[in-house]
């Protein structure tokens, strides 16, 4: 945001009577000026807190990461950096506020492939586009799981999907609102076990995850981050994950080729945006900070705790995530048609 230096005022009088030591002052300010105003603008960032807007609610996988890496940010930054939650709409709620926040640094947002790729297909009156943010990087990768209330009378996926056939439409599996990467898992599961479910919508993962622990619905859609907890104490079983191997962490969950699957690849990923016209040289701050954020240890090691994959090398960079996009909403448009 620029900043308005105050209109000096021309003085008036006879210029001749200007002495030396007036001269010397003027200069000496003069030079002050010139070296804090590009301080003002960016070297001085962050001078306060920053928000980053997260698009669901708080428990669901997107707020566990942004969570994780905020913390880490903001020790790298020098300053907090304070997560907002603002469900609604499968994240696009927060994405079109983000897209309109002032481009100063101070509000970012982390997205997926389901707020920044595939709700182009989904809404057609969704208020932002690829264009309107300037990406910082991807923080991290998210292997997507089939998750079920403990009574579900299926344990296997050949079981599961015998049942789904044997009583069509009747399955509900929650996700977190229309056009979020938790929604696109179920669409993409279903698809490729060829079975009719019924598709719940919540405003986030995480009151999901509360009424499939509480039996009000058969299932969730949604990454291993937001589950590995309920699997691991026995308050939901997991089902089948899209992964190539199966996690340390949940040893029980078979991969996708192994449960018979093997077209069930929805893979996400969570990645940083400040809004369009945000600043270069802070664009190229919070990179700096995102990527001694993801190369801590503790971030690393809660990651691999929670079955994400951290970004590396390469996918850090604004230019990765800045083909990505593309990728992905093209992608999505082939999967789901074209709600413009």
């Not at 200069?27 to 960032?45: E, H, I, Q, R």
């Not at 001078?47 to 940010?73: H, K």
């Not at 990454?223 to 992964?243: D, M």
């Amino acid at each position: 945001m620029p900043f308005d230096m105050p209109k000096q005022q021309p003085r008036r009088g006879n210029m001749s009577r200007t002495t030396p030591a007036f001269c010397a002052c003027a200069l000496a300010l003069g030079a002050t000026l010139t070296a804090a105003a590009p301080a003002t603008a960016d070297d001085a960032y962050p001078s306060r807190p920053v928000t980053m807007i997260v698009p669901f609610a708080a428990g669901g996988t997107s707020d566990v990461i942004a969570r994780l890496v905020a913390e880490q940010m903001g020790i790298a930054l020098g300053q907090r950096v304070v997560n907002e939650n603002m469900a609604g709409a499968g994240g696009s709620t927060a994405l079109a506020r983000a897209a309109l926040a002032t481009p100063d640094g101070y509000t970012i947002v982390i997205g997926n492939s389901g707020t920044n790729a595939a709700a182009y297909s989904i809404y057609p009156d969704i208020k932002y586009t690829p264009e309107d943010f300037a990406p910082i990087g991807l923080v991290a990768k998210t292997l997507p799981v089939i998750t079920l209330k403990n009574d579900f009378p299926a344990s296997t996926a050949a079981e599961f999907i015998a049942y789904a056939k044997a009583h069509p439409g009747s399955i509900n599996l929650g996700h977190a609102g229309i056009g979020s990467s938790n929604y696109l898992i179920c669409k993409g599961f279903a698809q490729a076990a060829g079975i009719d479910v019924t598709l719940v919508s919540y405003r986030g993962a995480a009151p999901a995850l509360n009424d499939l622990m509480g039996g009000q619905i058969d299932g969730v859609c949604d990454a291993a981050a937001s589950v590995t907890s309920a699997i691991q104490g026995g308050r939901v079983k997991g089902l089948v994950i899209s992964s190539p191997t199966r996690l340390r962490t949940l040893p029980d969950v078979p991969t996708s080729a192994e449960a018979g699957l093997p077209e069930f690849q929805q893979q996400g990923w969570n990645g940083l945006f400040a809004p369009k016209q945000t600043p270069a040289p802070i664009i190229a701050r919070l990179n700096a900070a995102l990527r001694i954020a993801v190369a801590s240890d503790s971030l690393q090691k809660r990651m691999d705790d929670l079955g994400s994959i951290p970004a590396a090398g390469e996918e850090l960079s604004p230019a990765y995530v800045s083909a990505l996009v593309p990728r992905e909403v093209g992608k999505f448009r082939k999967l789901l048609g074209d709600a413009r």
